[in-house]
């Protein structure tokens, strides 16, 4: 029994150890290429590159959520009665991806001119057409994918999907940065991008053959029933992921409409530099998520509400500072990544950074709703979210100019997330004055060492090259972690416990990569 538990403890290091590395390795390859592509493009033809992307990612939402509900399928098939029905569903999935590429094709088709027009491609329309119709193959082959990738899920074979996603992250990376140096545009690039999909495709399908011959989909008659239970899962979860993403493109969309692709381009990349930030908390909500499941079916709810506590005292004490220190450092750190100052990119990490700290911490109550059953409670705060960015939109951007976008944006994660809040604490009967006590001294704090750092800024180094910009930002990074760590210090909010638990996050961290490396593969 406890070789048995040591296995499922071992198998769960090492797949996490391995998605982590592969979101890393993404990450680094994204922050590698995009500065050589923006600079051989410029400007506006990276702009159209931005909301190109923008408008497939919006399209590719209409998959439903069929692989969330696939990998479910998956995970819960035991029998072999089972096992051929999920063969049959992947197959469906297989089928729909067929369609989606056409039903993206005839709806862009159509609507073409008009795009054009609205999102102001000019005299690279035509040129970007072909860069489009790239990208629905690179679309088409990505959904194709999806019942391949979730058998590896749900058979928990995350070695083989975190390898060769990597792989192909660093072989989009490499392709992306030698098409645009051998002087291509737009087309070379979406091609490029459509090839490195397809490898990808190709890669899955061969390791999930291989790994789970029994799985492999296949064409076949489904009941109704069958197809109603996934679909109506799948649109549940469609509707959490999605509106988070009609948040982000619609902000791009919006920009290049109102403003010309140039503009949306450059906020673009400070989204980018936002997603590092995100990074790391987002994966240890993804992580925390099923130990939190385990942990209160043996321990209670008792055990779940100081949990929850300590989760997002943490979670406030890591993002408040990091969100102070980006903002005052927006500049120079755009700066030293891109080799020269894009104004819109900094301004949308100062607009949206906090917002999106906000949203972070609160990510230990959609644990806790999760993990009693309630994912529900969710719904409404995502739905709400997008509707006011809806709303907000015109009057930010009429008021505000291009940072009126983002500003809309931010507005709606705040109020939305002020929201789930209050409704979270009213439907499970919990306090909202603990919640208050854990978050306040380090978001206090942080401000407080922002708003100090951002009055030194002057008298701090900085200069028009990258060493220069490097060394801005270290000094006001620095700067802003230590007057923030000095008040809460002084105010008594760190202590002993702290010091103690962050030497076994170390530790653990350190087991963590040892065991991945040492492991059975």
Known sequence: MASAANAVGTRVTRNTASMLAARVIMAVSGLVSVPVIYQHLGAQEFGIWVVLAGLLAMAALIDLGLGSALVREVARAESTADRDLVRRLLGLGLGWAVLLGLLTIGAIGVCWPWLAGLLRLGELADEAWQATLWLIVGLVAGAVELPWRAVLEGTQRYGSLAAITAGTAILTAALSILVVRLGGGLVALAASAATTATIRTLLLASATRRQCPDLSPRWGRLGLGDVRRIGGYGLRVQVSSGAGMVNVELDRLVLGGAFGPAVAGGFDLGSRLLNLLRLPPGFALIVLFPAAVARTAARGAGWLDQFYLTTTRYLALF????????????????????????????????????????????????????????????????????????ALTVPTLLLCGPLGVPLSTALAVVLSTGYFLAYFHSATTRPLAPLVRAVWPPVAAATAAGMVTAAAGRFLPDGPGRLDAALAVSTRTGLTLLVAGALLAAGGHLGANDRTRLHRLLRARASLLTSSAGGPR
Do not use: F, K
Not at 336 to 341: I, N, S
Not at 349 to 357: D, F, H, M, Q
Not at 371 to 390: F, H, I, K, Q
């Open 319 to 390: 993002l408040a500072p990091a969100t102070a220190a980006l903002m005052v450092s927006a500049d120079p750190l755009v700066r030293l990544w891109l080799g020269h100052q894009v104004p819109w990119a900094a301004a949308n990490i100062v607009v949206l950074a906090p917002a999106y700290a906000l949203n972070l911490i609160t990510g230990a109550a959609t644990i806790v709703a999760r993990a009693e059953g309630r994912p529900g409670l969710e719904t409404r705060y995502v739905l709400l979210s997008v509707v006011l960015n809806l």
